[in-house]
């Protein structure tokens, strides 16, 4: 069984920083691809930032700049170092790796619980 937890929500101001962490635990000995997304009251699930296994990153245009997504492999963990946070970044953040199967070499798409940012102006 594989799991992703995620920690580090809040609430902050405008111009702040939270760093948010998704430890994968569970029968894992690689993890590929790793990712955060969010998703506002109202809207759909997007793209924040991706990291793939060899730290390659890709982030959406909204978050250039200012949020950072990083990994510990030794760990099996993915941040999201988010600095200049915005009232627009309010949402919730998922985190989602690709986990391949013990035995047969399929690729599984695991999401975590999801965590709280919200940012007053």
Same mark, same amino acid.
């Not at 963990?77 to 199967?101: F, H, R, S, W």
């Given at each position: 069984?594989?799991?992703?937890?995620?920690?580090? /929500?809040?609430?902050? !101001? =405008?111009? #702040?920083?939270? *760093?948010?962490?998704? %430890?994968?635990?569970? @029968?894992?000995? &690689?993890?590929?691809?790793? /990712?955060?997304?969010? !998703? =506002?009251? #109202?809207?759909? *699930?997007?793209?924040? %930032?991706?990291?793939? @296994?060899?730290? &390659?990153?890709?982030?959406?245009?909204?978050?250039?700049?200012?949020?950072?997504?990083? *990994?510990?492999?030794?760990?099996?963990?993915?941040?999201?170092?988010?600095?200049?946070?915005?009232?627009?970044?309010?949402?919730?953040?998922?985190?989602?790796?690709?986990?391949?199967?013990?035995?047969?070499?399929?690729?599984?798409?695991?999401?975590?619980?999801?965590?709280?940012?919200?940012?007053?102006?």
């Amino acid at each position: 069984q594989v799991q992703l937890v995620e920690s580090g /929500g809040g609430l902050v !101001q =405008a111009g #702040g920083s939270l *760093r948010l962490s998704c %430890a994968g635990s569970g @029968s894992i000995l &690689s993890i590929g691809r790793m /990712g955060w997304y969010r !998703q =506002a009251p #109202g809207n759909q *699930r997007e793209l924040v %930032a991706l990291i793939d @296994s060899s730290g &390659s990153t890709n982030y959406a245009d909204s978050v250039k700049g200012r949020f950072t997504i990083s *990994r510990d492999n030794a760990k099996n963990t993915v941040y999201l170092q988010m600095n200049t946070l915005k009232p627009e970044d309010t949402g919730v953040y998922y985190c989602n790796a690709l986990i391949p199967q013990l035995f047969g070499g399929r690729w599984n798409n695991y999401w975590g619980q999801g965590t709280q940012v919200t940012v007053s102006s």
